[in-house]
C-alpha cells in the first residue's frame, strides 16, 4: 500500500497490492449524494488502475461523531456500490463479500475498502 493519497474536494484515494481505500469527509442523510460526487473524483482526479474482472471483497464503514444519523446503510451502500463500479471493478455483481456499519469515530466520513479476492 502506498501512502500517497489522490485527492479533490472531500474524496481521496489510494491504493497497493489489490487494495482500494477511498475515504469521504463529512455525512450526510442522502446516499444519493455520495455517488456524483465519488464519480467526480475518479472522473477528474484519479490515475490509478483501472478495473478487472474476479471477485471482490467491500468493507464500508460509516464514522460518526454524537448521535449516529438516521441513514439505511443498505441505501448507502448501494449508492457507493454504484459510484465506485467502473474504477475499482467492472460490475458490482463481482462484490462476493460485503461488510456494511456505522460506528461511532473521530470524525464524520466514509471508509470504503476494496480488496481483490484471491
Given at each position: ?6 485527492q ?13 481505500e ?12 455520495y ?5 467526480e473524483f ?13 471477485d ?8 460518526y ?7 439505511d ?33 473521530e470524525?464524520?466520513?466514509i ?8
Amino acid at each position: 500500500m502506498t501512502d500517497a493519497w489522490t485527492q479533490h474536494g472531500k474524496v481521496r484515494a489510494r491504493e497497493g497490492d489489490g487494495l482500494l481505500e477511498i475515504t469521504v469527509d463529512g455525512l450526510t442523510t442522502q446516499a444519493k449524494y455520495y455517488k456524483p460526487l465519488i464519480y467526480e473524483f475518479f472522473r477528474k482526479a484519479w490515475r490509478g488502475s483501472r478495473p478487472v474482472w474476479g471477485d471482490f471483497a467491500v468493507e464500508i464503514a460509516m464514522e460518526y461523531v454524537g448521535e449516529a444519523p438516521w441513514l439505511d446503510l443498505d441505501n448507502l451502500a448501494k449508492a457507493l456500490l454504484d459510484a465506485i463500479k467502473g474504477y475499482a471493478f467492472h460490475d458490482d455483481a463481482q462484490v462476493a463479500r460485503l461488510l456494511v456499519e456505522r460506528r461511532p469515530g473521530e470524525r464524520e466520513r466514509i471508509l470504503i475498502r476494496v480488496t481483490r479476492m484471491a
